[in-house]
């Protein structure tokens, strides 16, 4: 696999972390594809970047399926995904969550975390050239906030499917990796970040003192996907500011 103009697939990247990690792939040479539910903001994004757009839903196999026959058809398969799209739908107690809401988080975050990779991983080992994955998970995963559990169990099961993914198609030469972040300023969190109360809990929590940035999380998420990091497989590595510690 070529160090540089790669075909790299970010999913949700029409915003947030996602946008960010386009981007950087897109100023490191690579051929792009921005996949997004929302397929105008996608276009729009797209455009910025010089990539393809890719209106996708990761919930849905069969145009998953589609959309990565369509990007093998007009730049290549896939050599790189990053699978970034994620919601939270909303908080609550495992008492008090909706069970609607348990159920949409499932599907886009881990449910569709596997309908991906699993379509683009079988393009990369047909093409025989190896790849590599890297999975946006949740420092959530391993620190429980209380009214998240829905979300942080998704993350928990996307760290277990990085760890499979990583023995089943290392033999293929295909690296499969996770970053963890803490909080980040990005749409998902502006909620939050606008009360100056829920903001305050969040920093406090931090070690270094500050929510991340998505520019923060972009460049582990490139050193992950790059010959750099040739034998690195399995992990997941949190960008949290120390959160992880306390
Ligand atoms: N923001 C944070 O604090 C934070 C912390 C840890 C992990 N993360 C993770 O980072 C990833 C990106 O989060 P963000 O904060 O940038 O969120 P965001 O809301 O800014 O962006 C998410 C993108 O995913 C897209 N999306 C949603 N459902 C989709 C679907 N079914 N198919 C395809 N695309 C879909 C949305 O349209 C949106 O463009 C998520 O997996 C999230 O769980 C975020």
Not at 40 to 64: I, K, S, W
Not at 93 to 105: A, G, N, Q, T, W
Not at 128 to 145: D, E, K, L, M
Not at 217 to 229: E, G, M
Request: charge should be negative.
């Amino acid at each position: 696999m070529s160090a540089a103009g790669r075909v790299v697939l970010v999913t949700g990247a029409a915003s947030g972390i996602g946008r960010a990690v386009a981007q950087a792939f897109a100023e490191a040479g690579d051929r792009v594809v921005v996949a997004d539910l929302d397929g105008t903001a996608a276009g729009r994004v797209a455009a910025e970047l010089g990539a393809l757009a890719l209106p996708l839903d990761v919930t849905d196999p069969e145009a998953v399926a589609a959309g990565l026959e369509r990007v093998a058809g007009e730049l290549g398969p896939v050599e790189v995904l990053v699978n970034n799209a994620g919601i939270v739908a909303g908080g609550g107690s495992l008492v008090d969550l909706p069970i609607e809401i348990f159920d949409r988080v499932v599907a886009v975050n881990l449910r569709g975390t596997f309908t991906v990779t699993k379509v683009a991983a079988a393009q990369m080992i047909e093409a025989a050239r190896g790849g590599c994955i890297v999975n946006i998970s949740s420092i959530g995963a391993r620190q429980p906030t209380a009214g998240l559990g829905h979300y942080e169990a998704t993350k928990a099961g996307v760290d277990a499917l990085t760890r499979t993914g990583a023995i089943e198609l290392a033999g293929h030469g295909i690296r499969v990796n996770g970053v963890a972040p803490g909080p980040v300023h990005t749409p998902m969190t502006a909620g939050l970040m606008t009360d100056p109360a829920a903001r305050g809990a969040w920093e406090s929590r931090i070690p270094l003192g500050r929510i991340a940035t998505p520019g923060d999380i972009t460049p582990l998420v490139l050193f992950l996907a790059s010959p750099q990091a040739g034998h690195i497989t399995g992990t997941v590595v949190q960008v949290d500011g120390g959160q992880l510690l306390v």
